[in-house]
């Protein structure tokens, strides 16, 4: 069994800054990929950022230059420190991290999402 507990969302002013922290556990042999995702109501999942367990990262052009993903491998943790915030952010933000198992499969999990509400 694998869990990914996503927490850090809230409300927020307009510009203001939240950090995103998305843990790890469980059957998992070893991380690979992992990143956010937000989603609002009507529109498909999008994504925002991601990151490879080297550390390189790839951003949606909407929050390149705002938003931060950074993991911490020793603690199965990504997180995403998201600034200057505007309200077309709100959004349900969700962790995904790919995995390999002890059995040797390779999997795509998603957290249950938090989340992130910008207004004044």
């Known amino acids: 069994q694998v869990q990914l507990v996503e927490s850090g969302g809230g409300l927020v002013q307009p510009g203001g800054s939240l950090r995103l922290s998305c843990v790890a556990s469980g059957s998992i042999f070893r991380l690979y990929a992992m990143g956010w995702y937000r989603q609002t109501p009507g529109k498909q999942r999008e994504l925002v950022a991601t990151?490879?367990?080297?550390?390189?990262?790839n951003y949606a052009d909407s929050v390149k230059g705002r938003f931060t993903i950074s993991r911490d491998n020793a603690k199965n943790t990504v997180y995403l420190q998201i600034s200057s915030l505007r309200p077309e952010d709100t959004a349900v933000y969700y962790c995904?991290?790919?995995?390999?198992?002890?059995?040797?499969?390779?999997?795509?999990?998603w957290g249950q999402g938090t989340q992130v509400t910008v207004s004044s």
């Open positions: 995904n991290a790919n995995f390999l198992s002890p059995a040797g499969s390779t999997y795509t999990w």
């Open positions: 990151i490879t367990s080297g550390g390189s990262t």
